[in-house]
């Protein structure tokens, strides 16, 4: 019984150090996925420890605290009670990463699929527009993206903004104050319309 007690010990203390390197790494970069795996490796040790410490001191407790090996017993019962609290915190601190993930991704999706009207700043759908004007207006950017392109035609400048769900190219404005591949926030100031008393848009959002 002694010397199962001394291997058990070396078990836990390859397990510790071994899982501690896999499961207590900076969480300020994981992926969704990332979060996932560990999580299940968290659960599978914790099984393997509970499966370990019900052999030794639940089934055995008449020998586990016999005089001669109560020290290695206590030390050993320690150990594996202390790795399970450890993976219990490192649990509770990858959960708490991974709703902070999903909450972030709700509210990106729901950010880039918002569609503004770039003269009044209110919410509109996807869909072609002819604003009226009273020039000069100030041209905002309908959705949070990136300028994807500036066209300066006759008539006036042609400005695109993308996103990952939608496009809006707006047309035509007379002066501009952002560049090509400069992000944008929603509502932003684009440019100024003045001297047309119009301005048409092409708004297209994905439905995924």
Known sequence: MKYRKILTLLWCLILIFSKNNVLCLPTQDLKLKDIERRLTDIE???????REYLKLFIRNHHISYLKDEYPLNRFLEKTLLKKIIQLNQERL??????AELINMYLF?????S????????????PGEY?????????IRAPISGMITNIKYLSEGIMVKVENEKCSVSM???SSIRIDLGEKVV???ILGEV???????????????
């Open 186 to 188: 929603m509502k932003e």
């Open 93 to 98: 601190r990858l959960e708490t990463k991974k």
């Open 114 to 125: 918002q569609v503004i009207n770039p003269v009044s700043g209110e919410a509109i759908k």
């Open 171 to 173: 047309f035509p404005l």
């Open 44 to 50: 599978q040790t914790k099984k393997e420890i509970l």
């Open 194 to 208: 003045k001297n047309n008393n119009f301005l048409r848009a092409k708004i297209k959002c994905s439905s995924e």
């Open 108 to 112: 990106n999706k729901k950010i880039i």
């Open 130 to 138: 002819s604003f009226k004007l009273t020039p000069p207006v100030f």
